[in-house]
């Protein structure tokens, strides 16, 4: 699951998001699994236009990038292995 997420990374999600502490155009992914819930994470990444509507957290995250991050299309399956490449950083 983890070479699959990262996979997915690489091609959807590198242009915006390091691995690192350090943010693109979306912040840097280094932790995420600790600061966030994965349910939370897994939202953000299958539902962003609803979350962007709706909770105060994406919101923030928009406020502070000054960019909407666009949906993916992931599928849940994608956004799965996603979340075990993101526990590895
Ligand atoms: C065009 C740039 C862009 C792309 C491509 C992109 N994102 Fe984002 N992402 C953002 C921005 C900007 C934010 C911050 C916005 C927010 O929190 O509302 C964000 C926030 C996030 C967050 C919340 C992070 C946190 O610490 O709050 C997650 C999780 C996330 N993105 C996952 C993904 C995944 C998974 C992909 C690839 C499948 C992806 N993103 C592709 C721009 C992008």
Redesign the pocket.
């Known amino acids: 699951m983890v070479e699959k997420g990262k996979a997915?990374?690489d091609v959807?999600?590198q242009?915006?998001?390091s691995t690192g502490p350090n943010r693109v155009?979306?912040?840097g992914w280094k932790g995420?699994t600790e600061?966030?819930k994965p349910e939370w994470?897994m939202n953000?990444?299958l539902n962003i236009d609803v979350m962007?509507e709706t909770d105060p957290?994406?919101?923030k995250?928009?406020e502070e990038?000054l960019?909407?991050?666009?949906n993916?299309g992931?599928s849940k399956d994608q956004g799965r292995e996603?979340l075990e490449f993101m526990r590895t950083l």
């Open positions: 997915t990374y959807k999600c242009a915006c998001h155009v979306g912040p995420v600061r966030r994470i953000m990444m962007l957290e994406a919101q995250g928009l990038c960019v909407r991050m666009p993916q992931l996603v």
